[in-house]
């Protein structure tokens, strides 16, 4: 229970860490800054500086892939290079199949000092790396952890790595600094490092059993070792076993409610966060590819069409370049507004990256997919937007594509793109079919 209970409260920290992380790295202000060539560094230095006060972090960074510019609260520390090993972190990001890690490294703002970061991609809006960016945790914060749970709960606590050499301890932790040489514990270092979790015993020199707990952690690549002796604990589980039952008793209900409550709220809390662009209000791509395989499925069964439109703003990047991000965002989420005037409630918008959204029509041929984009289309021409006593006129360029059997998302889009890019060359503000 000790274990479980330290475990938990690492990976509480840990989840907050990543999603922190990932909000910087889909952040439109840092992506498009580094995008325009990284003008005028204290930007960036000072978003930095407010993400470390805000979520009171160790540190925040990001290293530019184009300029290998080392950027952090405190200004641009230095550039990365392969030939310093400090910098092996970047360059084994740069080749991640998953979006972040997690690692335990020196921080090159203090090199005295042990840190936990969390080591975050950043990818321009056709998914093509920029950059690495994330923030950083004391490690001290596991170790006074280690040590209230070993004052609390009078147990010997510590972490190993995977060679069984103690890496975090806590204050009044006695004898040798790795498994196999702590007395007793020969046999059972082996089942300990080989496993991801283990409960083993073994007895020391005072001929007391030992039990011992082990679980690994493995955003670290390290073992949680907790332990304790027989003889101190028999009376102390007997009382706090009858406490536990007398007060279980009485609240288990009042627990229960309360704990599917929790639950289910921050379940839809988090699932809102990862399923909702926070700019637009639009589906993200990842829970889009799980809509359009439940659609493609009930459109197979009922024999139904299915369509997708792939829609790209003209000139998107001159209007961010002559009136600025904030009028960028503005149009962005004004477009999504007129797009949705335009959907029925169960078509389904996504913003597929940057300046380009998705949207799948259920139950629909391509022939009316298309009355639905011209109408779309031209509903944004007549719909000039103000920005700072500027007018703004938008306009849209649409592919539309019919699915086909047994065809993948990747390949229906694919084709949809292809369209909206012949719209663009034909002249923009038009509709395209695939």
């Known amino acids: 229970m000790t274990s479980d209970n330290i475990y938990s409260e690492i990976e509480q920290d840990l989840l907050r860490s990543v999603l922190i992380s990932s909000l910087m790295a889909h952040d439109t202000l840092l992506r498009d800054w580094t995008i325009d060539g990284e003008d005028e560094p204290e930007k960036i230095v000072r978003y930095l500086k407010e993400i470390q006060q805000k979520y009171d972090t160790t540190t925040a960074f990001y290293v530019s892939e184009k300029t290998r510019n080392y950027y952090h609260a405190d200004g641009v520390l230095k550039q990365v290079s392969r030939d310093d090993p400090q910098d092996a972190w970047y360059f084994r990001a740069r080749k991640l199949n998953a979006p972040y890690e997690i690692n335990v490294d020196t921080d090159t703002a203090d090199l005295s000092r042990l840190t936990i970061f969390v080591n975050y991609r950043v990818t321009d809006y056709r998914d093509r790396l920029i950059g690495v960016t994330g923030i950083g945790l004391s490690v001290d914060s596991v170790a006074r952890l280690i040590a209230n749970y070993q004052t609390r709960y009078d147990r010997e606590i510590y972490l190993t790595d995977r060679q069984g050499r103690v890496t975090l301890r806590g204050p009044h932790f006695v004898g040798p600094d790795t498994l196999?040489?702590?007395?007793?514990?020969?046999?059972?270092?082996?089942?300990?490092?080989?496993?991801?979790?283990?409960?083993v015993s073994y007895e020391n020199d005072d001929g007391r059993r030992v039990y011992v707990n082990s679980r690994l952690i493995p955003e670290f690549n390290w073992y949680l070792i907790v332990q304790q002796a027989q003889s101190s604990t028999e009376a102390r589980v007997l009382g706090a076993l009858l406490i536990n039952i007398a007060v279980a008793l009485a609240i288990a209900a009042l627990v229960v409610a309360l704990g599917w409550y929790a639950v289910r709220n921050y379940q839809q809390g988090l699932e809102q966060m990862?399923?909702?662009?926070?700019?637009?209000?639009?589906?993200?791509?990842?829970?889009?590819?799980?809509?359009?395989?439940?659609?493609?499925?009930?459109?197979?069964?009922n024999n139904a069409p299915l369509s997708l439109l792939a829609i790209d703003i003209d000139h998107f990047k001159q209007i961010n370049d002559q009136y600025g991000h904030a009028a960028g965002d503005l149009v962005l989420?004004?477009?999504t507004d007129i797009f949705r005037s335009h959907l029925r409630d169960n078509d389904t918008l996504c913003r597929w990256g940057g300046d380009e959204f998705l949207i799948l029509l259920g139950?629909?041929?391509l022939a009316n997919a298309i009355r639905v984009a011209d109408a779309i289309r031209a509903a944004v021409a007549l719909h000039p937007m103000r920005a700072s006593e500027q007018i703004i006129d938008c306009t849209?360029?649409?592919?539309?594509?019919?699915?086909?059997?047994?065809?993948?998302?990747?390949?229906?889009?694919?084709?949809?793109?292809?369209?909206?890019?012949?719209a663009k060359r034909d002249g923009r503000d038009q509709v395209a079919k695939a």
Do not use: K, W
């Not at 196999?180 to 283990?198: C, E, F, K, V, Y």
């Not at 649409?398 to 065809?407: D, K, R, S």
């Not at 229906?412 to 012949?422: E, F, G, K, P, Q």
């Open 274 to 301: 990862a399923g909702t662009d926070t700019l637009t209000g639009c589906t993200t791509r990842r829970l889009f590819e799980a809509i359009f395989n439940q659609v493609r499925n009930h459109a197979i069964r």
């Open 363 to 365: 139950d629909c041929s």
């Open 333 to 335: 989420y004004t477009l």
């Open 396 to 422: 849209i360029s649409v592919g539309a594509a019919e699915y086909q059997p047994t065809e993948e998302l990747r390949s229906l889009v694919a084709r949809a793109d292809l369209a909206m890019y012949s």
């Open 180 to 199: 196999r040489d702590r007395p007793g514990m020969q046999h059972i270092a082996t089942t300990i490092l080989a496993n991801p979790s283990a409960s």
